[in-house]
């Protein structure tokens, strides 16, 4: 009885304190629950009930209040009772303002439309409907809009990626001119925007390939070489293309399919060892080229002749000899050649002399007398000889690696200063 009188006397002495002590408990636990009042769901309505979409950003805005933490659902019904989903669920917490969705006249396309991700709804008069539940799922409120919505679009064609076809579907990108890249090829019935990533094995990474290219109702090609766009080569795996095209309506369009890499890597061929000799001649005498050469890259080379070993004369051209067998390939073929500073020859004519870079004679080559592979971590020593018949009195010779179409490697190594006496 005692501690009562003591509680009330608390009261009675600190009225305003007490009473600030309340409000402020009062407003924790309003806060706690994160309501700000009113009813789970109200105030629908549209800001227009026409939306006719011409391809210029038109829409309607569809909005709701929420009074309390609820799951919100919003669609589209016909005359029919079809519906059209536009919100599944999503969680909203109450907030002051009401929420506002804006409707382009789009929907999420028809499961058994495989190729289309949204697209607009037919033309018609649709009755829009929202459907809150709340956090518990114990209440549950549906309220549709005061006015339907009427959408005239009229007959729009979307962007389908048709007569799509990528070759081959398994690339080794690895220089070799064999299916290193793979083709996309598709075409578009109307002007689009599309984008096409390529998506890791594991299905976290999309590596972007196409970004926001406009393309016309042509066409289309793309050659993916398995390299990122800051040429990053990636490893070997199944990967997934996807190809999504969208319109001005806002119709998109999305085509996938996987491409495999195998093989890959980057070709490195490095000359560890060059001698030219002797570095005295007489006009009409030979001098002799000797050089090793090892694969340092991860990936197998091809090669092809002349073999080690084969003779030329300083009149001589590597393309013009055994009538033309030995000229440059497609394929990224590599060879080594040697040349020398006065030599008024240009592109395909630089290095003139040119050997295959293999360890095995011709008749074992992995295509006899045709190529070869070097393979990662094996070596070659290759030999060949050069009759001096040019009238010059001093010669400066060197060595290089050559990859047809593509470029010259240690590029001039081993330069010597060969005199000649005529």
Partial sequence: MSRLRHSFALIVEHPVRVIGYCLALILVAFSLTGCVGGPLLSDVSISDSVLKPRGNGESIS????????????????????????????????????????????????????????????????????????????????????????TVSAGDVQPPLIEDLLVFPETISPNADGLDDEAQITYQLPVTATVDITITSP??????????????????????????????????????????????????????????????????EVTITYSNIAPLAVMRGEDITVTMRLENTGDVPIRTYGPPSGHAYSTDDVFSSIEDGEYAAKAGGFWRIG???????????????YRWAISPRPPEEWAIPFEEDVLMPGEEALITGSIRIDQPERQMSFYVGLIQDGVGFFQDRTGRVIVEVGL
Avoid: C, H
Avoid at 226 to 244: E, F
Avoid at 338 to 352: F, H, I, L, M, Q
């Fill in 338 to 352: 040697v040349d020398w500073d006065a030599n008024s020859g240009g592109g395909a004519k630089r290095y003139p």
């Fill in 202 to 267: 594991d299905g976290i990474t999309t590596y972007p390939f196409v970004t926001a290219d406009e393309q016309e109702p042509t066409p289309q090609r793309r050659n993916w070489n398995g390299k990122t766009i800051d040429n990053q080569l990636l490893p070997d795996g199944v990967y997934t293309y996807t190809i999504r095209a969208e319109d001005r309506y806002g119709n998109v369009a999305e085509r996938q399919g996987p491409i495999m890499l195998t093989n890959g890597g980057q070709p």
């Fill in 62 to 149: 569809i909005n709701y209040s929420i009074g309390e933490m609820a799951r919100v659902w919003v669609y589209l019904r016909d005359d029919q009772g079809n519906e059209y989903e536009l919100r599944d669920g999503d969680l909203r917490q109450p907030a002051a303002d009401p929420y506002t969705l804006r409707f382009d006249g789009t929907v999420q396309a028809a499961a058994d439309d495989a190729s289309l991700v949204r697209q607009l709804i037919p033309d018609g008069v649709y009755n829009v409907v929202v459907r809150a539940t709340s956090e518990d799922a114990q209440r549950e409120v549906t309220v549709e809009a005061p006015a339907p919505i």
